[in-house]
């Protein structure tokens, strides 16, 4: 079964552009970079032309004699069976973070021949650019990518019933057999997470232990990544950092505490593990904001943070959650399931908004989940993973800062009630369109 991408669509977009320029797809690892550019170009082009660079020195060495577009072009047919022609082909250099002179010449190919479609992707590019070697400023775009969401895993699943909600045209409750439906493959996409091999072979019906050996070969490779591609002396950091996750968001209020990670641990010595992290896709961090005001980031706390990894099923599959408790009212998971369902939400919102959400918190009496700007407003954001909604956070928001609109996630129906819109989990991914509503 093969799941639609709605990334593909920006590549479309991108590929019309007159003005483009050579595009660089970050992400994490294992998300299927590099299945969407082999399907774009199979489907959008006559040709493909795919270079990878962690499969071949020689290639790398190609790029060390020349910075010409055009010689470059000459020696990259002799490496293809295909035509290279400007407009009928698509020259795909993967794991281009192999070839710094190869990242460079993106520069040479927007400047002398941008006549040809070029496109670059990387399991770790986020940490070669973040290291600025031979970068090609000004001279690429970026598309950001991520692991499959719920909206596209429904698309597969249960095609009429995300025909329905995505033809939503009012804030109402949606009907019985859409609460019913949607929720149970809700509970399934918790369980497989947004890695497409895992995601596939659940909507395949494969076994759950297919599942789970697929997720744990996904983790030992981002572990094993730490030591192939990290700096020494960061290695045993990142480590433990990773591995820490599942504590740190078992934690009532989540935040990141570094003694969770080693006793002792100060700030100064992980900050640099933390920006590999993030730089590598692997996770994301919120930071606490002071107040809401514009723009968000003006206001943060760096000293106090959540940390949530890339994909809520690899967050499942290293926390040892066992699969039935999502099926079951089980009191010893209380605590772990808000945080999972704090997981997913923000990985439903940093796919749709530009300005990664923070968090805000009040001497203790009060604890916003999120705070999500969207354009010139600040919205306040609670997740609740069940059905009760208890709790005076929101509402001490809502009167502290006068906000007239905050964001509710539970498995309660949609609905508005004052200022307040209760949207069901499984629609986080349509967060943008039930604001527009």
Known sequence: ?????????????????????????QGARQIGKTWIMQKFGEEHFEYVAYFNFDASDEL???FENTKNPERLIDILRLYT??????????????????????????KYFCEKAPEYHIIAAGSLLGVSLSQGDSFPVGKVEFLRMFPVSFREFL???????????ENMSEIAPLPEIVMGRVGEAYRRYMVCGGMPAAAKAMLEKNSVQEIENIQKYILTAYALDFSKHAPGKDIPRIAAVWNSIPSQLSKENRKFVYKLVKPGARAREYED?????EHAGMIY?????????LPLCAYDDLSAFKIYMCDSGLLRAMSHLPIEVFWSENVLYKEFKGALAENMVLQALVNQFDVQPRYWTSDATAEVDF??????????VEVKSGTRIGGKSLGIYIDR???????????????????????PLFLADWTDKLLGL
């Not at 698309?155 to 909600?165: H, K, L, N, R, T």
């Not at 705070?371 to 306040?380: F, M, R, T, V």
Request: hydrophobic share 40%.
């Open 401 to 423: 800062f006068n906000s007239n609109l905050a964001l509710r996630f539970s498995m309660n129906n949609l609905k508005r009630d004052g200022a307040i819109i209760n949207i």
């Open 1 to 25: 079964m093969e799941i639609k991408r709605e990334v593909m669509d920006a590549l479309l977009e991108w590929k019309q552009r007159p003005e483009r320029k050579p595009l660089i797809i």
């Open 273 to 277: 593990a933390l920006l590999w992290l």
């Open 81 to 106: 069976q295909y035509p290279i022609e400007p407009g009928r082909t698509l020259i795909i250099f993967d794991e281009i973070q192999q070839s710094n002179r190869a990242l460079n010449s993106l």
């Open 155 to 165: 698309q597969s699943d249960a095609p009429q019933m995300y025909e329905y909600i």
């Open 60 to 62: 790398c060495r190609e």
């Open 371 to 380: 705070l999500l700007q969207k354009d010139a407003s600040i919205i306040p």
């Open 285 to 293: 961090r919120v930071f606490c904001s002071s107040k809401p005001g």
